[in-house]
DNA sequence: CCAACGTGCAACCATTGGGTTGCGAATGTA
DNA sequence: TACATTCGCAACCCAATGGTTGCACGTTGG
């Protein structure tokens, strides 16, 4: 999944899942990424329409999510464009798949071993 | 993945994945999940020796996954032993994956349509 | 039985974080 | 040119959070 998706500077990807994870911990964030990702693009005016927060504080949440590589901008005349960029998704994603992976595996080695 | 994983009560398991992303938001606790999944069993003072922080820190940690559901505990005689219950992870999974899906449709769409 | 160990509870502290408001600067439009 | 948007910056507020310490209560083993 996820394409390089051109176009919009990813804004300093910051490396890690650590700001990935800290970006998708808080709702409001989630639910702007998930706009941005519907409408495809978006500025933190229009967002903000459709959300019970200040469009300051969409702004903030929108340099979170670029601050962990998950949105890029775009200056477009006087609004400031942002679309996702959700490859730093794969990292965080790995990371929990990787927990529940290792958990299963000790299931099984126990479950064998048992057999035995 | 992440079968039942039987034992260990799941401690009320919270619906929806905003606590399991408020879970996974810190560090510390990250690396706690790990530990434990890796043991396949702990203590909170046996995980406080290899953490930079004190027992009672790592409680606090503990309770938060708990109530995550992300963790269930059992009490052994005079102590009470920690074990990851992943389950709740494919939920946030799903989430993550769903939206970077959405992100490559409509960038599939875009292509299409500009095929044309 | 008593000492040692491990847990649980509570108070407290400092920092972060989400949110707001106000304002000046840049850009597009009548 | 004058007006209306839209943005970006800064200051400020309050609640949540990660962390600590101190202490009292069960449990185990010599």
Known sequence: MTAPSPGATPSAAATGPDPVFAALADPTRRQI????GGRGDATATELAADLPVS???VVKHLQSLAAAGLVGSERVGREQR????PAPLDEALRWMVDVGAAWDDRLD????????
Chains 1, 2 share one sequence.
Do not use: C, E, G, S
């Open 109 to 116: 080695r126990l479950r064998r071993q048992f057999d035995r």
């Open 82 to 85: 942002y679309r996702l960029t």
């Open 55 to 57: 469009r300051q504080a």
């Open 33 to 36: 990424l998930q706009a941005v």
